[in-house]
């Protein structure tokens, strides 16, 4: 392509790069027939080289250093690996050069790179890039290394700016480091368009990892030989001639001279070290080699440390996926669950914020907007067989265009579809995530193609290509997603059928236990029926009656619990001394043959519905009662602390098990049911505490403390 054709963004995409039919005018270039004969020469061939060149000629009739001589013949032998060059040293009408050779499709392409650094500052050079290399092999992140490989890159080749770039997976990119002179612009963090690097230029960048421009400003010297010959592919060449929209790209960069070199990982093109001079430089032949062996180094080094990182991230996963199904299995409420993990969760998604939702409550954990979280919830699927992820504003439904605002996108977990669980995992927009170093300016002198190709333009054209698109969910993440709806599926399965299995052990046993009190009324009835005046008749049937009460009380907070449905409070300012005093009192009454010590007692003024606490302290003094040593005194104590109202309810007896703690206030205890202590109680007045007492935002705790089984309210005090 010549440069002074008018052309475009679109001309360069389908520009065929690899055959431009010319070089840069730093060398020269002959290629010829697999048989050794000359095919073609670059125009500044005859006085660069000193050569007549003669289509047809034997290449060992040229009149050129037996080295070379030697290279090309080396090269018309088969080999596997033809793109592999072959290099030496030459001087030629005393000027020194580096002769290449490598052969492609069938031709014999030598090339003569003038070389203008003195052969000992070559070798300086080459040792100081030896050293790189064992520091680059001991960074331990990815951070690290290319932080110090673009500073010893430019160390040892003198650039004025070394940048790494990486590729995302859409094929756009990021400076992610950079080591650069005092005076020049910081491009660190600046993101660029997949268009600026058109993927036939990334297919070269994969062939040859290393890439030299001497002089943006050069003209260009164009290939001659046989008229009607195909075209000399250049793919592999040193001195291919470079698109005029990437030389105009590096002049409104203010870019003199440039060089890049491929990391490849895999087969993929993990990035480049891009390297810019802000005037002309040649950098020798064995320098760029050096450079070419050290990206190699850095990409192997990536490898493995991606590998290491993503063991670990698997490693985690399981982690975060074990804890949450043993929560799961061990607790009531799966949203609870969800919400205490819910970093976890964001985190090993590279999300922002998560909905959870269940039975038609729903919570959620980042800065949404009122009303999202429903929306979301709202739009997603009735009958769900999958994960369900969008990634672009074009995804969500229409209606919820305008209110997505910056979250466009969506990983949703179906964990109980028959009661519409769901946990969403949400991104935002990805214009949102980049944390902009530097911004540059626009450059004074803008050629013809204009602002576009400059780093300012070039943002520009990255961010209109973004807008309403979150980050793609990487394959990682989403076969993490579905190892964890699989785990969460089975353990709400699971925890499904345990529950169901123990509300009919209960039921059972309600209508066993409630046989009790009912068949002590009816006899009672009956003896007074019969007129018989028996002492302690009233008081049985007041005892029978008050079970019957606090079990179906106890069903039917349970049923509002299990419905989704908070208990409902009535709070009014009380003194939670007062009450305790009470409850203390009429339990001293009721069972006058165990002693109820108040063992402190502080005015604690709380916002509280003064019958609920009293069903919490209510229920704890009957455990204590039910659990504690015979003969042993059950101690009260309520005291302020940190803005807090503590009351305390112990009793001697030994520690409760390890494996009850773990269950103590999920309802349907095995450990609470058929109880020889507590044959009436249903295991239910644990959870319905701790449900009270979350209700007044506080919390109930369980410790052991010198031989005493100690349970903790806190609430906070009125303000």
Excluded at 165 to 175: A, L, T, W
Excluded at 284 to 303: C, G, K
Excluded at 443 to 466: C, H, I, K, N
Excluded at 506 to 524: E, F, K, V
Aim: proline content about 6%; charged content about 25%; glycine content about 6%.
């Amino acid at each position: 392509m010549a440069h002074g054709r008018q052309v475009d963004l679109q001309s360069c995409a389908d520009e065929p790069i690899h055959l431009p039919g010319s070089i840069q005018p730093h060398g020269a270039l002959l290629f010829f027939r697999r048989d050794g004969t000359l095919e073609g020469w670059s125009a500044n061939a005859p006085a660069l080289l000193g050569i007549e060149p003669l289509l047809g000629a034997a290449f060992d009739a040229l009149p050129l250093p037996e080295a070379a001589h030697e290279l090309i013949a080396l090269s018309m032998a088969p080999r596997d690996d033809e793109s592999a060059p072959a290099v030496s040293s030459l001087v030629i009408n005393d000027a020194d050069y580096d002769c290449v050779v490598h052969c492609a499709n069938g031709r014999i392409v030598a090339e003569f790179e003038a070389r203008e650094t003195p052969a000992e500052e070559v070798v300086l050079f080459a040792v100081k890039a030896h050293g790189s290399i064992d520091r680059l092999r001991r960074q331990k992140s990815i951070e690290g290394l290319l932080d110090a490989a673009v500073r010893q890159v430019r160390e040892f080749t003198g650039f004025d700016r070394v940048m790494a770039y990486r590729f995302r997976p859409d094929d756009s990119g990021d400076v992610v480091a950079e080591a650069r002179r005092e005076d020049l612009t910081p491009y660190l963090h600046q993101r660029y368009p997949a268009s600026d690097i058109p993927a036939q230029a990334r297919r070269l960048y994969m062939l040859n990892t290393l890439r030299m421009i001497a002089d943006v400003d050069y003209n260009a010297v164009p290939l001659l030989g046989e008229p009607g010959a195909e075209p000399l592919d250049l793919s592999f060449a040193v001195l291919r001639s470079v698109s005029p929209v990437h030389i105009e790209y590096l002049k409104n960069m203010g870019v003199g001279a440039s060089m890049s070199v491929s990391i490849v990982i895999n087969g993929r093109l993990w990035g480049l070290i891009a390297c810019h001079h802000m005037s002309r430089k040649l950098v020798p032949y064995a320098i760029r080699m050096a450079a070419d062996v050290l990206a190699q180094v850095i990409a192997s080094t990536i490898h493995s440390l991606e590998a290491r990182r993503d063991a670990e991230l698997v490693e985690q996963a399981a982690t975060m996926r074990t804890r949450l199904v043993e929560a799961l299995l061990l607790d009531e409420d799966p949203l609870d669950i969800l919400a205490r993990h819910a970093e976890e969760l964001i985190g090993s998604s590279n999300a922002q914020a998560m909905v959870a939702c269940l039975d038609g409550r729903i919570v959620t954990h980042g800065a949404l907007p009122p009303g999202l979280a429903e929306a979301v919830v709202a739009s997603l699927p009735a009958e769900p067989h999958d994960l369900v992820t969008r990634e672009s504003l074009a995804d969500w439904p229409p209606e919820l265009h305008a209110r997505l605002g910056k979250w466009v996108g969506m990983l949703a977990l179906p964990y109980d579809p028959a009661s519409q669980g769901w946990c969403v995992l949400l991104r935002v927009e990805e214009i949102e995530q980049v944390a902009w170093g530097g911004r540059p300016e626009k450059t004074e002198q803008v050629g013809p193609l204009g602002t576009r190709l400059t780093p300012r333009g070039s943002f520009d054209a990255w961010y209109e290509t973004v807008r309403g698109k979150a980050h793609p969910w990487e394959a990682a993440v989403l076969s993490n997603a579905r190892l964890t709806l699989a785990e969460l599926m089975r353990a709400t399965a699971s925890r499904r059928a345990q529950h169901e299995a123990t509300r009919a052990q209960l039921l059972a046993m309600l209508g066993h236990d409630l046989r009790d009190p009912l068949h002590s009324i009816n006899m009672a009835g009956m003896v007074l029926e019969r007129g018989n005046n028996q002492q302690g008749l009233g008081k049985r049937i007041q005892s029978s009656t008050s079970r019957m009460q606090r079990m179906i009380g106890q069903v039917l907070d349970m049923s509002r619990l299990d419905r989704g449905m908070a208990l409902g409070m009535a709070p009014e300012r009380i003194d939670l001394s007062d009450l305790v005093k009470d409850l203390i009192d009429e339990a001293r009454l009721a069972y006058p043959a165990i002693v109820f010590e108040l063992a402190c007692d502080e005015s604690a003024l709380v916002d509280a519905d003064k019958g609920r606490l009293g069903q919490v302290l209510s229920n704890l003094l009957s455990n204590a009662r039910h659990h504690g040593e015979p003969g042993q005194p059950i101690r009260a104590c309520l005291f302020r602390q940190d803005g807090m109202a503590v009351l305390e309810v112990s009793n001697h007896a030994a520690p409760i098990p390890a494996d009850i703690v773990a269950n103590l206030f999920n309802p349907y205890k095995h450990a609470s049911l058929n109880n020889p202590r507590n044959r009436t109680g249903l295991g239910l007045g644990l959870h319905i505490a701790q449900q009270i007492v979350q209700e007044h935002r506080g919390e109930i705790t369980y410790r052991y403390e010198d031989g005493r089984v100690v349970f903790a309210v806190r609430l906070p005090l009125a303000s």
